[in-house]
């Protein structure tokens, strides 16, 4: 090894994806789409398999001090699910590999399964695999999932154009105050743990946070409308994080509008008690696991009013960049914050 | 969750695994097979895919003390590989997730990088995603490697006939004996740092331990000799654990002969180094990748004399039990031992 030591948190994780990634080329005639997109995508016949990966680590992604095992198991596979719906795609299997220090007795991981077991039933997807190892502290949870759809079905990042629609699906930037809420209510309990937490009227955000669902409905409306989008990304990271992903893979740029994006009520309220800005919430809070996707133009009488779906902005010449407009129509150039694990969570 | 607590080392990882997935159903029809072999197989067109994916620990699976990052990388890959390889399979694409602390810098993980693209090149098979995350301690590695078949030549573990010739690849106990040394020398290192390592003359069995390969040679053998095992599974948990599951899977019982075990000389020699029994370490000691497989008698000319294949029994009734012959034409009954990371390793 040389001696030079370039700190991970210099570079970011798509930074250090970036880094580790570029030598390695796609060889094989089976390899449609490697590192970069929601899923890579496999030739297999007529129809390509679709395959996303997450790792998961106590203390970095999760808190079992108020995240039930019974929902870390049903996310854990939620969000793999969703980035198969980021590609337009069905998702069919799963495999699960966990690595559990003695800490845990068999109950806990019998309730982590649970979850997971009820998350296939809801999404109707096989656990046909995976690792059982023990770890020397704390839960790891690393989720393989596969999908299939047909070869001209499937929608990459790197397609959007000029004067496209940017469309949002669901509400955003609930997940993230949901977290607010559990943390803060952390804080309290172990300032006195004989007070109650106080998650009364949080209902909504809390189960955003801890239950989040993976679009496969909009995949199926996406479907029927007939609509095939030009580009697809799951909103795992927050809104801007993902609009600068597809800005960059399909270089364009991007207007969007303050007063356009949807946000629910009560995640509007709880945002306000945590004297925070709504909209910020919903471009930088992640897990909201919602779709992010740009369409022609000429698809807009097919989504217009679709309860599911809000445009949100539309798309400009690169040259242009990424612009968030306020709601008093000032222009504010879009950097991205998301999740930078490397820089948040040491 | 309920008040009991059952603690994870009283059922081992297999048992685990047995009780967690329990009550998870195949319902669609592109999962042919599940958990409980090498890899699960799913359907894609008139081939199918293989799926296998493992979770590599520090301090579990792996010592950085004595393991480069380079070899650790490789073998990584090479381990799952070689689940491909035992279905009769040719990988084609993989996906690596790591979790790693700040206390690497880019450089130790350009390392390991370095080693899976090494591997990648020697196996054929492609990068094609993953996940990086920061953990709270230590390195984790979690791969998934992706192959095909032809539907008709996969291989299971549990096709195994009576009467059926047993065949191990290559020879055994090496990867664990490598192990040994290097567990030896980093003891003296640790009571003394002035003293150099002495490796001399160990060469091929920490190699072994170091950076194993993947007999994607012998699936290529097969293939050209016409032979189509009937069941096979490679040796990672050790030879008499992986004799075990075949049995156990295909219902039948085992005669294997210690003095037909293949076992290098130097693996022998460094045994004896350390009082140990050579045919124990084959058996009980793991990682060494070779495939262990069955064959019809039929099969027996295509294979006999085979520099890279060596029928070390026969399988018998599942009445009749499984046992070890020793040298002295005592049959002793067999007991799985393999590494059991829930005892093992606390």
């Known amino acids: ?49 679709l395959v996303s990966t997450d790792m998961l680590i106590e203390g970095v992604h999760f808190n079992l001090m108020y995240v039930p095992l019974k929902h870390l198991g049903f996310k854990a ?33 019998e309730e982590l399964y649970d979850g997971i077991h009820i998350a296939c039933e809801t999404y109707k997807v096989d656990l046909v695999g995976g690792d059982t190892t023990s770890s020397l502290s704390g839960l790891m949870i690393s989720i393989t999932a596969i ?25 955003l930037g609930g997940a993230y105050l949901g977290l607010q ?10 300032a006195n743990p004989n007070i109650q937490p106080d998650l009364d009227g949080h209902d909504y955000i809390i189960q955003r946070q801890l239950k989040p669902e993976a679009r496969v409905d909009v995949v199926k409306y996406l479907s029927e409308l007939n609509v095939k989008p030009t580009s697809m990304i799951d909103i795992s990271d927050g809104l801007a994080s993902e609009i600068m992903h597809i800005c960059k893979q399909s270089k364009v740029g991007c207007h969007i509008y303050d007063e356009k994006i949807p946000i629910d009520a009560k995640t509007s309220m709880t945002a306000l008690d945590f004297n925070l800005d709504p909209s910020i919430c919903a471009l930088n809070g992640g897990e909201d696991y919602e779709l992010l996707f740009t369409v022609s133009q000429d698809d807009f009488d097919k989504i217009k009013g679709n309860p599911h779906m809000t445009v949100i902005g539309h798309m400009t010449n690169e040259k242009d960049g990424i612009y968030f407009i306020d709601k008093n129509g000032s222009a504010i150039e879009l950097a991205a914050q998301g999740w930078n694990h490397f820089k948040d969570r040491e």
Request: glycine share 8%.
């Open 1 to 49: 090894m040389n001696d030079k030591r370039t700190e991970l948190e210099e570079l970011g994780e798509f930074g250090l994806i970036e880094k580790l990634t570029q030598k390695f080329e796609l060889n094989n005639s089976s390899s449609i789409h490697g590192v970069g997109d929601d899923c890579a995508v496999i030739e297999a016949g007529d129809k390509v398999k």
């Open 77 to 109: 596979v939620a969000s793999n699910i969703s980035d198969i719906c980021a590609m337009n795609g069905t998702a069919e299997q799963i495999t699960v590999s966990i690595a559990v220090s003695n800490r845990f007795p068999l109950e806990a991981l």
């Open 147 to 171: 999908g299939v759809a047909d070869k001209g079905d499937v929608v990459y990042r790197n397609g959007a154009k000029e004067y496209d629609l940017l469309v949002a699906t669901g509400d």
């Open 181 to 190: 809420v559990l943390e803060r209510e952390k804080e309290v309990y172990n």
